[in-house]
Each structure stands twice: as structure tokens, then as C-alpha cells.
């Protein structure tokens, strides 16, 4: 038998006489079963390029919306710029506004569009069930 303190903030520090690998086991159990609880949030990530065509973003828009959006995972929507299109990456924040715009009635923007290295991004969150 080993002196385990239980509770070293309370005043005074509660301890108990009992076996400490017991404790420990017990202890890891209750952690493991909590995580089983913690739902996971699960981000999808859709890339378009920056001359992408009508059909082309249709189509990522689309699949954005149907197949994430609407069960419930967040997408990351990511525009690269490759050599010299890092002097137009405005048409990049052009992009990214469009698809918010095309998915405002699904999914509200968690994070506007940003700059990070050679790409753009933005993320969107779907809106909660009524």
C-alpha cells in the first residue's frame, strides 16, 4: 500500500491509502473514456488552381457543398500561385470571395481569406440546423 495524493490543491491535500499502480490504471481508464466522447472536428481541403475553368470550379464548388458541407465537416478552400502568379493574387481573393459568396446559404466563413507562403486560403464552417 502507497500514500497517493488525490487531490493536491484542496486545502489541506487530500491523500488516500490505497495501491498506486491501481491508481495510476484507473486514472489512464477514466482519461481514455473521456476522449471516446470528444467529438472530432474533420477539415476537408479542396485546392483550386488560378486560371481555373467555369466547369472546373463548378464542379469543386459542388462537391464542396454536397459532399462536406452537408455532413458536416469544414472545408479549407486553397488557391496556389505558382511562379509569377504571386503578382496577381488578387485574382486569388477574387476566387475565394466567389465561392464564399456561392456558399453563403450552406456554410458561414470561419477565417477570411489569407495569405500563407504560395497560397491563399479560407475556411468555411456549414451553418446549424434549425
Do not use: W
Not at 481508464?29 to 474533420?42: A, D, G, L, N, R
Not at 470550379?57 to 459532399?67: P, S, V
Amino acid at each position: 500500500m502507497d500514500l497517493v495524493e488525490i487531490a493536491p490543491n484542496a486545502d489541506p491535500p487530500v491523500c488516500k491509502i490505497m495501491d498506486y499502480g491501481k491508481f495510476q490504471y484507473e486514472k489512464s481508464k477514466k482519461e481514455k473514456e473521456s476522449k471516446k466522447k470528444q467529438t472530432k472536428i474533420v477539415v476537408k481541403e479542396i485546392k483550386f488552381p488560378l486560371g481555373i475553368s467555369d466547369h472546373d470550379y463548378e464542379y469543386r464548388m459542388l462537391r464542396a457543398k454536397e459532399e462536406f458541407l452537408e455532413k458536416r465537416f469544414k472545408v479549407r478552400a486553397t488557391v496556389t500561385f505558382r511562379g509569377r502568379q504571386m503578382a496577381h493574387t488578387h485574382l486569388g481573393r477574387d476566387l475565394l470571395l466567389k465561392l464564399t459568396e456561392d456558399l453563403s446559404e450552406i456554410a458561414d466563413v470561419e477565417l477570411e481569406p489569407r495569405m500563407e507562403a504560395r497560397s491563399m486560403f479560407t475556411v468555411f464552417t456549414p451553418k446549424p440546423n434549425k
